[in-house]
């Protein structure tokens, strides 16, 4: 069975740091874009990050550039998001996604459940 | 950056009716589109990539049309499970882009 794990998250001080991992099980991790989504609280789906199956390739929203930063090891078959500099507008519920593509992304077919980031003092 | 409008951004509808949800880009995006379904608590469900192509296990009452700037999701015949919130995508280049979404509820 395809499935994604989420683990990290919780609570953020402003101006800090949260490492968010995906660990992936089912598909050959590898082969596949990964993408990170967020959904603040009563809001809509934001874009984040994606990155390519091999790593090399990486895109960010403006609203997280300079700030997060995505990677993946494909040894461990996991999907990370190193967030520093955090802001209280990073407060959301965090999604890890599989890409249907390799290298630019197409769409996401396999999500994971979401684990929630707050930022606050 | 090209930004995804969807409308309207709430419907009431009734189960059996048919409805259609539009998104509109603000540049050409070719058939680099996606339809995603939500509901309250859950992570989203891919429905349709390529604008048309309805993802594998998705109910054929499910249909996407469009290409360029203007596209359409249309449910045929809405059944109980399908009131949720459904959210466009682009992927035609960075920064990819959703729609604001569309929530469809009971009549």
């Known amino acids: 069975e395809v499935q994604l794990l989420q683990s990290g998250g919780g609570l953020g001080q402003p101006g800090g740091s949260l490492r968010l991992s995906c660990e992936a099980s089912g598909f050959t991790f590898s082969t596949y874009a990964m993408t990170w989504v967020r959904q603040a609280p009563g809001k809509g789906l934001e874009w984040v990050s994606t990155i390519s199956g091999t790593g090399s390739s990486t895109y960010y929203a403006d609203s997280v550039k300079g700030r997060f930063t995505i990677s993946r090891d494909n040894s461990k078959n996991t999907l990370y998001l190193q967030m520093n500099s955090l802001r209280a507008e990073d407060t959301a519920v965090y999604y890890c996604?599989?890409?249907?593509?390799?290298?630019?992304?197409?769409?996401?077919?396999?999500w994971g459940n979401g684990t929630t980031v707050t930022v606050s003092s | 950056d090209i930004q995804m409008t969807q409308s309207p951004s709430s419907l009431s509808a009734s189960v059996g009716d048919r409805v259609t949800i539009t998104c509109r880009a603000s540049?050409?995006?070719?058939?680099?589109l996606n339809w995603y379904q939500q509901k309250p608590g859950k992570a989203p469900k891919f429905l349709i990539y390529a604008a048309s192509t309805l993802q594998s296990g998705v109910p054929s009452r499910f249909s996407g049309g469009g290409s360029g700037t203007d596209f359409t999701l249309t449910i045929s015949s809405l059944q109980p499970e399908d009131f949720a919130t459904y959210y466009c995508q682009h992927t035609h280049s960075s920064p990819y882009t959703f729609g604001q979404g569309t929530k469809l509820d009971i009549k």
């Open positions: 540049q050409n995006i070719n058939s680099y």
């Open positions: 996604a599989k890409d249907t593509a390799g290298i630019f992304p197409l769409g996401m077919d396999v």
